[in-house]
């Protein structure tokens, strides 16, 4: 369902007092009339007047949209099986049932998540948390990434990797009689000869940077080449864009993470690629700087370092479920 | 994956939470049992019992030794009702991605976000009643109208809008409060 009213959140909202509890109130009976489905202009205009009336309206408006916006993640046939069943208490009483029939105790979330069907016609995988160096065939090695899934073909002078997950990290040299190496990258061919080079998979396309030698990129019928520091990643406009390589992002290999200034949330997701579960940050802390060196495979204590020099606070609510908020004044 | 945090918060450890200390290891083992016919499964009693201590540090509160065990009765009792409704909640998942097919299923991240928005609505709509839950099921996530959500649900318009009322301050509550 869209918004019914286009409005820009205020900036810096989350550090707005808390409204009181008439205007939130007042809000919640806005929201529901607008939500209807049936509020006339006049009916969105009043209720963008009453905002405007009062930072404490639009701070309370604010939250409520927020409430919705996430709500709204849930794909609607989900929602209905899993929370729609009638009373809470008959609803925990089936929950519960269910829970004994499937046996789910013993696999639950961490035993489905590692075996993704990807993983049955991989080759090579590694599991969340897990990173994997191989030697695939004289002057080819490959280092996989946590929850990275590679399919690999090098018989007779063939040499094809597909990425089917995940990340890697190759390392290619020539070799004789070997044909040259060709990757799949999901959305397009890399080809190399002699080359270092990382290549993620993420929802909006592939990322390649290169370390050592060149590699050559066929996609979409345009062949890009690549050389050594440089790296290419989709835009927001799908579009590839070339940039530079930052030898730190292969920190991963040792095991570690370099941050240099980077954004609190953009550190989370990174950590959250290493671990099974979630981690989620307050937008409010979103934003703030960090650098460092980090473990990658202690989440937890990565952030809760950090709790020392940001004004944060870590709490974990389930063995899956890392919370990262504002500290309480 | 067993938890690490008691370990490598040893550093940091305080005089407040030093008897932690002796209730870990007086107490653990009980506990442990204790979890372990509950769940069924010694991974997850192992890490049922570590959040256990971590609510006790996170409490900070000092803990008599006559009191010990009832205190970590309670906070166990609670841990495992949570655990067993995540553990149902994935399950519903589970299900769910079963019956989405294979070339539209979300990737890995996708999925944990999903399952991670699913716990937070349960939390949220927790206690309502069922139709002001399923009001807001409808108009929230199904896009339907109040008019449609009425007829659907066999109630009156301003019901709908009551129970739109009642499912929003539920979750407001459940976060702001």
Redesign the interface.
Known sequence: MPDALNLKPAAGRSSDAAPSEAVVREAIVWWTRLQSGVADAQARESCRAWIAQDPAHRVAWDRLQDIGRDARRVPAALAHTALNAPASRGRRAALRSLLTVAGVAATGWAGYRHAPWQRLVADYSTRVGERQALALADGLRVTLNSDSAVRVNVSGNVRDIALLRGEMLVQAEPHPGASTLRVDTGDGQLQAERARFDLRRTADGARVGVYEGSVALLRHGVLTQLAAGERLFPAEDGELQRGATDPDRLAWVDGMVVAKEWRLDDFAEHLARQRVGVIRVDPAVGGLRLSGVFPLDDAERALKALEHSLPITVTRHTQYWLQVGPRDA | ?S???LS??APCVDAQVAPVDGLYRDHRPWLFGWLRRK???EH?AE?LAQ?VF?RVI?GRKQVRANEARALLTTIAKGLVV???????????????LA?VP?TYAP????????????????R???????KA??A??L??????????IAERLDVSLSSV?QY??RA??A??AA??A
Not at chain 2, 124 to 130: A, C, I, N, R, T
């Open positions: 994956m938890s690490t945090l490598s918060s769940l069924g499964c997850r890490d959040d971590v996170q949570d655990h067993q409704r995540h553990a149902a909640l994935e399950h519903a998942y589970l299900a769910y019956s294979e990737s890995p991240e996708a999925q944990a976000e999903q399952l991670q928005a699913l716990v937070q609505l349960d949220l709509l927790d206690g309502l009643p069922p839950r399923a807001f099921l108009s929230q996530l199904d896009g339907l109208t109040y008019p449609e809008q739109m009322v929003m301050s979750c407001y976060i702001h």
